[in-house]
Structures are given as C-alpha cells and as structure tokens.
C-alpha cells in the first residue's frame, strides 16, 4: 500500500516555542492532505484540509495562526505549531488519500 | 455538524468470545470506513462499504453498512490477543473516499488470554 512518513515521530519543547511537523507521502502524489490531532483515548479530530499550492481549510474551532499549514509540494505539508503550550501537547496524525486514506506514524509533541 | 457516534466506548472480552462495535451517523454518509489503532500506532485502514446493506467479511471480521447508509457495525467472530486495540468508524459525507472523514469515538477492545 502508499506509505506516508512524519517527522519527528516525537517532539518535546518548552513553551512558547514554535514546533515544525513534516507530512511526506512516499510513492504517490497528495494535492490534498488532511491533519488530525488525537488526545490520549480519545478519537482523531480533523483540524485541517492542506491544499497543495493554496491556502489550507480550517476546521471550526482551530485557530489557523496558531497551526501554520503550508502544502510546498505535492508530496510535502507541514503543520507548524506557533508559540506551543502545554495545551497543545498530543499526537498530530496526517493522512494523504489515493483510493482510500493512508495515515502517517503521527508525531507526539509534549510542551513543557 | 456531521457526527458519528460509536458505541461502546470499551469491551473487555475473554479470547474466543465475540465482539460487536456499533457507528451511527447524524446524516446519510457517502461511504463509511473503519480502521484499527493498536497501542502507540496509528489508525490503519480495514475496510470501506459504500453501498447501502452492503455487508463485507474479511476472515473474522464482518462489516455491515445500514439500509440508510447512516449506521454500521463491526464483527469479530472469535477474538484473538491480536485483535486488541482501537476500533475506529469514519463516515465521510462527501463523494469520493477521499474526502474529510468525521471519526467515532472509537471502541477499545480488550481481549483477555
């Protein structure tokens, strides 16, 4: 099956730092590609719709100057974390779709 | 907004008994999918059912999609150790599977040796 790839698998920083997470689809090309986030036992909330060479589509609720997405390439988005804190520790999961979705590994940030 | 609920939210089952996790969708979805979260990992496709009664079986696993399209189930006949983990409904209210996906709570699954 496609493969999607995330970087860092995990991330600890202090507060008020900004975070970069790296979604990279392997074999195939995403014009679209979808970020979730994921607290402990709880399911995936979709936070944003990354469009490749436009601007992403926020989910209601989801501060779009605080989680920065940018789509450079058709097999590259980013979701950068602005200014963390402690509160926006969790695992951020993206998928990319072909026939169905393919989720990444996710990437576990803990601010401190 | 579109929600998907699904119950129940735990099940703690001894090895070779069944389990059953149920999604009910707030509006008739284009297509449901469901996916297994083991501990630590990440949601990993099982199956998609797009037509409506549509029932699909992978080995011990039956999937069912409702008449309305708006509800569907998940069966394990038998469970094994290996079938711990999370199971997770998504329904997608849009045309194609690629579309955004609004997950169930998901049903954590215990199975005890």
């Known amino acids: 099956g496609a493969v999607v790839s995330q970087h860092p698998s995990w991330v600890i920083c202090k507060s008020g730092t900004s975070v970069k997470i790296e979604c990279r689809s392997l074999d195939f090309q995403a014009t679209t590609m979808f970020w979730y986030r994921q607290f402990p036992k709880q399911s995936l909330m979709l936070m944003a719709t990354?469009?490749?060479?436009?601007?992403?589509?926020?989910e209601q609720g989801v501060e779009k100057d605080k989680f920065l997405i940018n789509h450079a390439s058709l097999t590259l988005s980013t979701l950068t974390v602005t200014s963390a804190h402690p509160e926006d520790s969790s695992f951020y999961i993206c998928?990319?779709?072909?026939?169905?979705?393919?989720f990444g590994p996710g990437t576990r940030l803990t601010v401190l | 907004g579109q929600q998907v609920m699904q119950i129940p939210q735990y099940q703690h089952v001894q090895e070779g008994e069944d389990f059953t996790t149920y999604c009910n969708s707030s509006t008739t979805l284009s297509n449901i999918q469901w996916y297994k979260q083991r501990p630590g990992g990440h949601p990993v496709f099982l199956i998609q059912?797009?037509?409506?009664?549509e029932v699909k079986k992978q080995k011990r696993l039956t999937f069912q999609f409702g008449e309305a399209k708006k509800n569907s189930s998940l069966h394990i006949t038998a469970t094994q150790t290996t079938d711990v983990g999370t199971y997770f409904c998504?329904?997608?209210?849009?045309?194609?599977?690629?579309?955004?996906?609004?997950f169930g709570q998901g049903t954590i699954l215990t199975v005890h040796p």
């Open positions: 998504a329904g997608n209210a849009g045309g194609t599977s690629y579309g955004k996906l609004t």
């Open positions: 998928s990319a779709p072909i026939d169905t979705q393919y």
């Open positions: 990354s469009n490749e060479g436009s601007k992403a589509t926020y």
């Open positions: 059912l797009v037509k409506s009664g």
